[in-house]
């Protein structure tokens, strides 16, 4: 009996990357039954657009007026980290909405509707596994529908760094050994908490001063937590008669919870400059 298995994430430019690999890894997979989206349902115009610029610029690190231009009509909302990963890894080669099967769950991803899909996709004797990259937190339903089969990827080392913005707000406090073991990627089970289910898998950066920002820094975090997502994945579709156990951190090891609002503009220049710090004494020492 094989792995079913969804992938859940955000209409995010950055989240083009984890489809794109998500798409090679597994697009020709029986078992991989689609994407779901955190987002609304988009025009169909709207997405080919998307899908067009990606096809065409694919790879590229460099883009001149007009196309970067063209990325800012597309993606308005386009962040520091995302522009520092076009440098480093070029444009991804897919948009989140490029499958054929994609879902829109709806903006609110605990609403009726999402939670009747959730409940049909689950009536089977095998319910799928949820593979999710999301910016919100599940409603209790997600996991009583699906047996708690449902893994995260974060953006960070956990426990180290718990929440939303987590590694950029642990820069903003300098605390370079916090930063050494907060700066990575993590995979783990959800619970009802935030970022406290049991982790499958973590990796932290040999050295995580070596990127030339922190927005260069999460962007490197996002794609190693793509990377893990998939390879754990397709772990488990191999040994189907077995699962990861995971584990739980000791309690004193736990970060506080970061959250969103917390991330003010002001703040974001902090955690900018405290990057930027803690990289100098690191060179110096």
Request: aromatic share 10%; proline share 6%.
């Amino acid at each position: 009996m094989s792995l079913k298995i969804f992938l859940i994430t955000e209409n995010t430019f950055h989240a083009g990357y984890l489809v794109t690999k998500w798409l090679e890894a597994f697009g020709g997979s029986p078992d991989f039954l689609g994407i779901a989206l955190r987002e609304n349902p988009i025009p169909a115009q709207n997405c080919k657009a998307k899908e067009n610029f990606h096809q065409r610029y694919q790879g590229q690190k460099s883009l001149d007026g007009a196309t970067r231009e063209q990325l800012q009509i597309l993606y308005p909302a386009l962040s520091e980290t995302e522009l520092a990963m076009i440098t480093s890894f070029g444009i991804p080669a897919h948009s989140v909405t490029s499958d054929p099967r994609t879902l829109f769950l709806g903006k609110n991803i605990n609403n009726p509707w999402a939670q009747q899909w959730l409940s049909t996709v689950c009536a089977t004797p095998q319910k799928p596994f949820l593979f999710i990259f999301l910016d919100r937190i599940l409603a209790p339903w997600w996991l009583e529908l699906t047996g708690s089969q449902i893994i995260n990827g974060h953006s960070a080392v956990l426990p180290y760094a718990k929440g939303t913005f987590a590694i950029e707000q642990v820069a903003i406090s300098q605390d370079s050994e916090h930063f050494r073991a907060s700066a990575g990627a993590t995979i783990h089970y959800i619970d009802t908490g935030i970022d406290t289910g049991p982790i499958i898998r973590g990796e932290r950066f040999r050295d995580p001063f070596r990127f030339d920002s922190i927005w260069d820094c999460k962007g490197h975090s996002f794609m190693l937590v793509f990377d893990l997502l998939i390879q754990v994945a397709s772990e488990m579709n191999k040994r189907v008669t077995s699962l990861p156990l995971g584990t739980m951190p000791a309690p004193l090891l736990y970060s506080p919870t970061f959250k969103r609002a917390d991330l003010t503009p002001e703040r974001c220049k902090e955690a900018e400059i405290g990057y930027l710090n803690m990289k100098i004494a690191h060179v110096r020492n």
